[in-house]
């Protein structure tokens, strides 16, 4: 997943949690913070990832 995805979702999880406290809608609140921690976890796996690439890159060399 790209990064700009997974700051979408992170974003778009804000924008639910937000909603959901405003109209007291403890469902969609809670799926907004569902779907910031998703797009924070899928964030952290995929710069796991690339320094992980980094570091096979630099042992290719």
Avoid: H, P, R
């Amino acid at each position: 997943m790209a990064e700009g995805e997974n700051k979408f979702e992170q974003a778009k999880g804000n924008v639910k949690e937000t909603v959901g406290n405003v109209t007291n809608n403890k469902e969609l609140e809670n799926e907004g913070k569902g779907d910031k921690a998703s797009g924070k976890a899928k964030e952290v796996v995929d710069n796991v990832k690339e320094k992980a690439n980094d570091v096979i890159d630099k042992f290719k060399k």
